[in-house]
């Protein structure tokens, strides 16, 4: 009977200590690890956005510019003459 009771008290703190290591609040390292990765996956995505709305500017002004201007080509001889001295 008594090994009964004790037994269920070993349990019990048992229980008790997996429910406090399950409601442990995270550490200052592991918080700043993972502000570090966020951070990182972030700049990295506005980086790779930037770089691709810059591209899809750069072509629009392209297209636009090609569009409005008129450009003529003349071909003339080339007159040069070397001289040896």
């Given amino acids: 009977m008594v090994k ?16 406090n290591a399950a409601r442990r609040s995270f550490s200052p390292r592991s ?11 972030v700049g990295l995505g506005v980086y790779t956005l930037g770089n691709t709305f810059a591209a899809i500017t750069g072509l629009a002004r392209n ?11 003349t071909s003339t001889g080339h007159n040069c003459t070397r001289t040896s001295g």
């Avoid at 918080?31 to 996956?41: D, N, S, T």
């Fill in 31 to 41: 918080v700043l690890l993972i502000m570090l990765i966020v951070g990182f996956a």
């Fill in 63 to 73: 297209t636009s510019q090609q569009s409005t201007s008129t450009t003529t080509t």
């Fill in 4 to 19: 009964a009771a004790t037994l269920r008290v070993v349990r019990g703190e048992k229980m008790e200590q997996n429910e």
